[in-house]
């Protein structure tokens, strides 16, 4: 298995941003999908975004425009660009990989430990 792990998160203020990142310990996605998704308590998991092996990405519509996904060019290292966060934006947040290699991307098993980001206001 790929292991995957999550930059540290951390705290920022209502209207800041974030950068995320998460490294592999192999090229994943050259071959896979990749993707961010975010719990908070008392919620369901949810999809931020994904993508796939040759850049294709994919929003939640809840997450476009102030959450970009890109990846490195060697597919090492997938980035999360969290911009205008809000308060409910805190959550924890993690890295995934899944077996499909083109979008739509899904069935996501393997996964980082998750990393804690708080927005305050």
């Known amino acids: 298995q790929v292991r995957l792990l999550e930059s540290r998160g951390g705290s920022v203020q209502a209207g800041g941003s974030l950068r995320l990142s998460c490294t592999t310990s192999?090229?994943?996605?050259?071959?896979?999908?990749m993707g961010w998704f975010r719990q908070s308590p008392g919620k369901e998991r949810e999809e931020i975004a994904s993508?796939?092996?040759?850049?294709?990405?994919r929003y939640s519509d809840s997450f476009k425009g102030r959450f970009i996904i890109r990846k490195d060019s060697a597919g090492n290292t997938l980035f999360l660009e969290a911009n205008s966060l809000k308060p409910e934006d805190t959550a924890m947040y993690y890295c995934?990989?899944?077996?499909?290699?083109?979008?739509?991307?899904?069935?996501?098993?393997?996964w980082g430990q998750g990393t804690q980001v708080t927005v305050s206001s």
């Open positions: 192999a090229p994943a996605y050259r071959n896979y999908c």
């Open positions: 995934a990989t899944s077996p499909a290699t083109y979008l739509p991307c899904g069935g996501y098993n393997n």
């Open positions: 993508i796939d092996s040759i850049g294709r990405t």
